[in-house]
């Protein structure tokens, strides 16, 4: 991330910026959920009609009621700032013991980090994206987690883990390899701009990270959110998959991936770099202080 300093210590910047972006992205996610569920095709318009254009689907999928809105948010605050700061942490961590490979600084991380959280918040996603069908009579995250152990058993909580891994994990390796190659590769802010050419930078690294993480995981995301439709295996959700929808499946919901993905993976960076520079600054103000004094 941006900003000097031990990176360590820039816990709560993450944490903050996750949440900051996870606010955003709420609306975004819930569409693009429904689009790839194929939810789609039973939401209405305002006056009722069934969505025919783009622009009339996801203006359709936007309206309330944001069921499960705050387990989402919830999800998502802790399991971005997780993630993206136990790569930063672990990455460091590596270097500092000795590892000399790149490779597995950057990519081990992410990895261990995206698949503990994808662990853990499996029964809330699962829940979350099943009440974003407008056809759903629970209204809460509790309530949907309560019918899915009743008539799905403990197991059911966890149904699609395998696709949320194969999803979550390249996302999030693909992002924080980015952004890590984007920070090596960009030239520092120009001092004449002042911060506008530090967030200028910091914009240019969030987007590319963004976009690479969502635009490479669409098809595991739809395949993911069919199981969860359908209660599929994973070859039977994939037989379902081609057999009506032959190749295009795969970019089902693709252009609301990328919006709903690259927006808060691209914001998250973002923010995060934008406290880390604000808290650096703070604390080389305060030793400047402590020095003159």
Known sequence: MG????????????????????????????????????????????????????????????????????????????????????????????????????????????????????????????ASITLQNPQCEHSTVPQALRHLYKTRGLSGLWHGTSAGVMKTVPKYCVAVAVKDYMEGVLDPPNPELGSWGAAWRSAKKSVAAGVAGAALTNPVDVLRNEMFKTDLGVRQALSKLIHEEGAQWATRGMTKNLVAVSIPIGLTIFFTDVLIRAQDGVALAKTEGNTRA
């Open 3 to 126: 900003g000097g300093g031990d990176k360590s210590q820039h816990f709560m910047c993450h944490l903050t910026a996750s949440a900051m972006a996870a606010v955003v992205n709420f609306p975004l996610w819930k569409a693009s959920a429904i689009g790839q569920s194929g939810f789609d095709k039973v939401l209405t318009t305002e006056g009722g009609a069934v969505p025919v254009t783009f622009l009339q689907r996801y203006a359709a999928a936007l309206r309330p009621p944001y069921k499960g809105v705050t387990a989402t948010i919830g999800g998502m605050t802790w399991a971005r700032a997780f993630i993206f700061y136990g790569s930063d942490w672990g990455k460091l961590y590596l270097e500092r013991r000795g590892v000399e490979s790149k490779t597995i600084c950057v990519a081990l991380p992410p990895l261990l980090c995206s698949s503990t959280v994808q662990l853990v918040n499996q029964p809330i996603i699962r």
